[in-house]
């Protein structure tokens, strides 16, 4: 009996070589892909897998190894589906949130030429990933004023995706209001409970009241839509771009705050 280390050096060299191949199979894949998009091809062909399936299993001698390949066979042409799939479509990335939070901004900066999708809470995005609705998904590990994004280290030690990078964004609060409002209008400021603790010492002095919002995008649509000059939002600059709304201060953290 060979051993134990002088078998894993041989399941490394054949890893190699199915690593070689996999790229040489994955170039084949592009070059279908791209004429069933020139052609107006589906990308799912049932008829063609079976075929596959049934002519390279018969390539197995031991029966005991051919139903484990059949599976091999089904994932690989699966792997192969979800490529030309973003070939049609282009890179699809899971975000938590809405359009103008953080998690998008993050998101939008990474990837700036995917398809940026939203989903109602971090797991809820990871899953999208899992399933394979997305390619990516772009959720907080850390804030540097709140600590670690407890839901979200679970989701990684849980579940079956790898943390293939880590982006640091500066968080930088504004003080978004309504075209129009002066500060001697405002009295009252909304946005995530977050934000609103990362710039308390900024709401103290002014003696605002505080509202709490699902996160700050929407409480920056809350006070475009309202058009209430009274209310102002905390929320980012690309924020206010988005909902058309005014930056009446800059800067209001009452430390830098960074989320990863």
Known sequence: MKDLNEIRLEINDIDKEMASLFEKRMNAVRQIGEYKMAHGLPIFDGARENAVIER???YITNEEYKPFYVTFLQNTMG??????????????VAYSGVEGAF????????????????????????RAVEDGECDL??????????????????????GSLYVNGVYDLPVVHNLLVVPG????????????????GQCANYIKEHGYE???????AVAAKTVADNKDKSVAAIASKETAELYGLSILEQ????????QG
């Open 56 to 58: 390279n299993s018969a």
């Open 137 to 158: 998904a772009v959720l907080p590990i850390e804030n540097s004023f709140e600590g670690e994004v407890v839901q979200v280290t679970d989701l990684m030690y849980r």
């Open 251 to 258: 800067g209001i953290n009452d430390s830098n705050t960074r």
């Open 79 to 92: 792997v192969s589906r979800q490529f030309q799939n973003r070939l049609f479509t282009g890179v699809k």
């Open 103 to 126: 998690a998008h901004i993050a998101a939008g900066r990474i990837f700036p030429d995917s398809k940026l999708v939203s989903y109602k809470g971090f797991e809820k995005a990871y």
């Open 181 to 196: 409002a002066r500060a001697k209008d405002i009295k009252k400021v909304i946005s995530h409970p977050q934000a609103l």
């Open 210 to 216: 505080e509202v709490q919002a699902s996160n700050t």
